[in-house]
Each structure stands twice: as structure tokens, then as C-alpha cells.
């Protein structure tokens, strides 16, 4: 395992943030306030696995810092002064995400139960920190690292409270106490999607916890708003490595699914699409931008049981309106679609099939397509969807067309330009002025104004 030093995670995380982590410990500094680089940024460093979203916390140790507060990172932030960033404060959680376009870092107030009487002792405070960290949910998650000199001073290179650092090497998740799932039970969710992501296994202690507060009832407390809030992170993490199939086996092997609702599970014929789902939602080649890949997720996931148990968990989920019609809905519209797709000829006819379809419906049916339907799809994803047409709307309405002949023009330019039978600008004029003729009975007007006879193509 590499060795963590704040000089070499320094070194690790992104190019554009250094300057503002840099700029908030020397605030930090002057305000005797402490940094840590916290959480899953320490985890994946250690596992070599690069440092994407920066999470730090602050801990104030006397000066003018004062004792720890929920205004702790606010100051640090304010007092850091970035021009051109972003500062939203949630007061209410004591946290700060400073931002600029894409790029943003997170800074929370430590958090305890007990902090907070002016004058602390040191020893006190250094509870603090732990306690922050030991609230958590694993021990791999609780690493901290200080990077400014008020953070380091009388603490070691990493802060460890549960031995996670050990648990990292062994590749095993662990929760801090016995009843850790009882106060949390969309834990065992966590710790299917960090299972899954990392290859860890859950503790042999842990698993005994899990085992309690599902014999204890624990699962039925929680509102389905929290555990669908947790599946949608699961099916975000494709984009790290997740297989979400694995994911959800984990959870059906732990009895977490039946606890959720009595009789789910994952049906076998839903794990091949699930793992090319995972694939495909990680493959940066496809270029997709499913806001809710969570409903691809389950659509496939879902689609194979029976009409009223996949109610059940859709209402055990709060999953509700558009997205629940469409995950109902999907064994159906996956038939018809897809028996439409294997008789389609060329690639115009596939684009004129699931050009409005939104990018969940597509990957859902990209995942469970029979291979040669499959390899159409993902050739349409990656090549077919970004074709430019060489002329515009614009254009045909100066060829005088008007309403939907614009747009059925436009769409049979675009079967053309795909199946290879208009190739520039002049060919694509050609069949605009004969869609136009079509549509009003006569002859649209050429480029200056002139009626020409239309040159048809492109399968008119
Ligand atoms: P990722 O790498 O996906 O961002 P992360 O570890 O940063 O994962 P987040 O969901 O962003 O995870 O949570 C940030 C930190 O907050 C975690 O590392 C964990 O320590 C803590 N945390 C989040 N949710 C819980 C929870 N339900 N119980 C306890 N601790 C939690």
C-alpha cells in the first residue's frame, strides 16, 4: 500500500483545486484553524485509485478560531478569499462548497455531540476530530490526513481511528459499532456500492451487526425517499468501476432486498444487462448523459417480476410518476422496440427508431438487445447520434418551406445522409426542394428564389 503524506496526496488531486486547498490551510493557519483531507479522497488515494472530489474538514484549535462551530469552515472559506469562486455555506450543516464551473471542493465544520464549551483542552479536541470520524460509516472511510501545520501539530501523518488503514490493506469494509446499522440501515446500501466498487468484503463482525438489525426490523424505519436516494448514487458509480449487478447481489445475498420488501431479489436473467448496463454507463466512448441512470437500472432490474411485486417496491423505493410508468412499462416498450430495431434496414431507419428516446430507455435496451441488435445500438450511440447534416432549418425555410415539411425534411435528410446516399450539401438541397414540392403540390423556390426541378434521393 502507498505510503500517505500530505506531499504526495498534494501531487495527486486535481490540477485546477491545488491553489484553493493551498489558500485555505494558509487561512487556516492564520486562524489556528486545522485542515483535513477526509474520507473517500484519503481511501482512494491509498488504493491508488486517483483523487477526484476533494472533501476537507476544518477543526478550530483555539486563536482566533475559536472552538469548533458550525461556522468553522464558512470562516476558513471567507477568510481564504478565492477570486472568482463560488461559496455557497450550508449553515445548517456547517459546510461550504466552493466552486468554479465543473470543479468544486467541500468543506465541512467538524462534527460532534460534545464540543463546543470555550476553552477546550487539546485533548478534547483531538476527540473531536475522532469523534467526526468514528460517526462514520466504515473504517476505510474515516482516514483523515492534515495538511496545514495547525492540523498536523501534535498529530500523526494520518489520523486512524478504526484501524482502517489495516482494513483497506485487507480489503474489508467495518463498521464502527454493533448497532451502527440499527442507527443507519441504508448503510448495508453503502456498503454494497462500496463492496462493488472496491472488491471488498463486509466484515465478519459486520456482517453479525447486518444480521441484528435485520432481525431487530431496523430496514422497515427508514422512508423509501433515503434508500432510493442511495440506489441512485449505486447506479452513478458505473463511472467508477461498479458492476451493479454485483451490487445488487451483495444486497440480495445479505437479505437486505428481502428485508426492503419480501420477494425481492436479483432475477438471474437480469444480471447480464445489469453488468453491461455497469459497462456501458463507464465506457467514457459512448459519451452519454443520463441525468438518471438509475432508471435503466431499474428497468432491467425490475422487469422480470411479477406486475404486483414490482409495485411494491416501486412504492417500498418512493419511486413515482413518469419514472415509474417507464419502469413498469419497460418489458413491454423492450419488445416492441427491439422487434422493430431487428427488422430495421440501415442506419437511417435505426436513428428514425430511437432518435427521441431518452438516454435510460436506450441504455436499458442496449443491455439487454441480442448481440447483433446490441452492437446497432451502441454503433448508433457512439457515431450515429452526433452526425451533422450539411444543411440546417434554416435553410430549407429560405427554400420556402414552412411547418412540418421542415422537419420531415429534416428527417429525411437525415435517413439519407446516414444510409450514404446524400453525401454534401447539394444532394441534401435536392430532396429538401422535393419534400417542399410534395408538401405544397408545386415546386419549391430554388436558392435565389428560382423554381427548379427537384433531383430525388436518399430512398424519396
Ligand atoms: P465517493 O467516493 O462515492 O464520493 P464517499 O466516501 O466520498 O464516496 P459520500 O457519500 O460522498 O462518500 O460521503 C462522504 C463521507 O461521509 C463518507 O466517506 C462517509 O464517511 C460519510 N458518510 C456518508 N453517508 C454516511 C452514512 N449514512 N453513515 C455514516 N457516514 C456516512
Not at 469548533?68 to 461559496?87: F, I, Q, Y
Not at 432486498?257 to 438471474?268: D, F, R, V, Y
Request: hydrophobic share 40%.
Amino acid at each position: 500500500m502507498k505510503r500517505v503524506t500530505a506531499e504526495a496526496v498534494r501531487r495527486a488531486w486535481p490540477e485546477e483545486v491545488a491553489p484553493w486547498v493551498e489558500a485555505l490551510c494558509e487561512a487556516g493557519d492564520a486562524l489556528e484553524i486545522g485542515l483535513h483531507l477526509v474520507g473517500g479522497p484519503v481511501r482512494d488515494f491509498l488504493l491508488d485509485r486517483g483523487v477526484r472530489d476533494i472533501d476537507l474538514i476544518a477543526e478550530a484549535r483555539g486563536g482566533e478560531g475559536g472552538v469548533t462551530d458550525k461556522s468553522t469552515a464558512e470562516t476558513v472559506a471567507r477568510k481564504a478569499a478565492l477570486p472568482g469562486v463560488r461559496v455557497v455555506v450550508h449553515r445548517r450543516f456547517g459546510t461550504v462548497r466552493l466552486s468554479k464551473g465543473s470543479v468544486s471542493v467541500d468543506v465541512a465544520s467538524v462534527r460532534s455531540e460534545t464540543y463546543a464549551s470555550p476553552g477546550a483542552l487539546p485533548t478534547v479536541e483531538a476527540g473531536q476530530l475522532e469523534q467526526d470520524l468514528t460517526r462514520r460509516d466504515f473504517t476505510v472511510n474515516a482516514l483523515a490526513l492534515p495538511l496545514n501545520a495547525v492540523a498536523s501539530r501534535g498529530r500523526s501523518a494520518l489520523i486512524d481511528p478504526g484501524r482502517g488503514l489495516d482494513d483497506l490493506r485487507d480489503g474489508v469494509l467495518r463498521v464502527f459499532h454493533p448497532r451502527s446499522f440499527h442507527d443507519d440501515p441504508t448503510r448495508a446500501l453503502r456498503a454494497a456500492r462500496f463492496a462493488a466498487r472496491l472488491g471488498f468484503g463486509l466484515a465478519r463482525g459486520s456482517r453479525n451487526t447486518l444480521r441484528a438489525a435485520l432481525r431487530d426490523g431496523a430496514f422497515g424505519a427508514v422512508t423509501g425517499e433515503r434508500y432510493r436516494a442511495e440506489l441512485e448514487k449505486l447506479f452513478l458509480d458505473p463511472r467508477h468501476g461498479l458492476d451493479p449487478a454485483r451490487a445488487i447481489r451483495f444486497l440480495s445475498e445479505t437479505h437486505v432486498l428481502a428485508a426492503l420488501e419480501p420477494g425481492l431479489g436479483l432475477p438471474p436473467s437480469a444480471r447480464g444487462p445489469l453488468r453491461r448496463l455497469g459497462r456501458d454507463l463507464g465506457d467514457p466512448a459512448l459519451g452519454l448523459a443520463a441525468e438518471s441512470p438509475w432508471i435503466a437500472g431499474l428497468r432491467l432490474w425490475l422487469a422480470p417480476l411479477d406486475v404486483a411485486l414490482r409495485r411494491r417496491v416501486l412504492r417500498r423505493f418512493a419511486v413515482r410518476g413518469a419514472a415509474a410508468r417507464a419502469i413498469n412499462g419497460h418489458a413491454k416498450e423492450a419488445e416492441r422496440v427491439l422487434a422493430r430495431l431487428a427488422r430495421a434496414r440501415g442506419r437511417g431507419s435505426i436513428d428514425a427508431l430511437v432518435r427521441e428516446l431518452p438516454d435510460e430507455t436506450l441504455l436499458a435496451l442496449a443491455a439487454e438487445a441480442p448481440t447483433p441488435l446490441r452492437r446497432r445500438l451502441l454503433r448508433w450511440i457512439k457515431e450515429d447520434r452526433r452526425v451533422q447534416l450539411p444543411i440546417s432549418g434554416r435553410d430549407l425555410v429560405e427554400l420556402g418551406l414552412e411547418g412540418p415539411a421542415v422537419g420531415r425534411a429534416l428527417a429525411r435528410i437525415r435517413v439519407g445522409v446516414l444510409d450514404g446516399d446524400i453525401k454534401d450539401r447539394d444532394e441534401a438541397l435536392a430532396l429538401a426542394r422535393e419534400v417542399g414540392a410534395r408538401s405544397t403540390g408545386k415546386r419549391a423556390r430554388g436558392p435565389g428564389g428560382r423554381s427548379g426541378p427537384a433531383r430525388g434521393r436518399g430512398g424519396g
